[in-house]
């Protein structure tokens, strides 16, 4: 059963991350929040859900200013050819469907199945935003306080330059 917003964000409390959340009409793409980036203070972002050839599953949060190549991050990660994870196992792993991929959605992972990759670029910009499980909001917080939700789970990201 995937958390609710509530939950992700009682959560939070929990960690003493402080967040606020800003809601706006649903976003599918990166593109699409560009408007909405100059109303919403921090960090744009986006995220990738990718699977490699030999099923290892990635989560790829990084400025939504920023291209990723695959072939070119695929060689960062010493990973097998990337594409995108289909909505099928979106949903099955980390409980949202497409245009909601957050890293928040980790707190869905039960079985730890993703390895989170994050831009060290983003990681430097102070305050960030990502949806929370769904996509007509968006949650600011602190980069930092990213790195604290993440470990909370036991996942050890890689940060490294996307592009």
Same mark, same amino acid.
């Given at each position: 059963?995937?958390?609710?917003?509530?939950? *992700?964000?009682?959560?939070?409390?929990?960690?003493?991350?402080?967040?606020?959340?800003?809601?706006? =009409?649903?976003?599918?793409?990166?593109?699409? @929040?560009?408007?909405?980036?100059?109303?919403?203070?921090?960090?744009?972002?986006? !995220?990738?859900?990718l699977k490699d050839k +030999?099923?290892?599953?990635?989560?790829?949060?990084?400025?939504?200013?920023? +291209? /990723?190549? *695959?072939?070119?991050?695929? +060689?960062?990660?010493?990973?097998?050819?990337?594409? #995108?994870?289909?909505?099928?196992?979106? @949903?099955?792993? $980390?409980?949202?469907?497409?245009?909601?991929?957050? =890293? #928040? /959605?980790?707190? !869905?992972?039960?079985?730890?199945?993703?390895?989170?990759?994050?831009?060290?670029?983003?990681?430097?910009?102070? $305050?960030?935003?990502?949806? =929370? $499980?769904?996509?007509?909001?968006?949650?600011?917080?602190?980069?930092?306080? *990213?790195? +604290? #939700?993440?470990?909370? #789970?036991?996942?050890? =990201?890689?940060?490294?330059?996307?592009?």
């Open positions: 059963m995937s958390a609710s917003e509530q939950e *992700l964000f009682a959560l939070l409390d929990q960690l003493g991350i402080a967040h606020e959340t800003t809601e706006h =009409p649903p976003i599918f793409t990166a593109e699409e @929040g560009h408007a909405l980036a100059a109303r919403i203070p921090g960090r744009a972002c986006k !995220n990738l859900f +030999k099923g290892v599953l990635w989560l790829v949060v990084l400025p939504a200013d920023k +291209k /990723a190549d *695959l072939n070119t991050l695929e +060689k960062k990660l010493h990973s097998a050819r990337l594409s #995108f994870g289909n909505p099928t196992l979106l @949903g099955e792993v $980390l409980g949202i469907t497409p245009g909601s991929v957050t =890293p #928040f /959605a980790l707190i !869905n992972d039960n079985e730890r199945r993703v390895t989170p990759v994050l831009d060290a670029e983003m990681m430097q910009a102070g $305050l960030v935003n990502y949806h =929370p $499980l769904r996509n007509d909001a968006s949650t600011t917080l602190q980069a930092d306080d *990213l790195l +604290k #939700f993440i470990a909370f #789970f036991g996942y050890k =990201p890689v940060i490294l330059d996307v592009a």
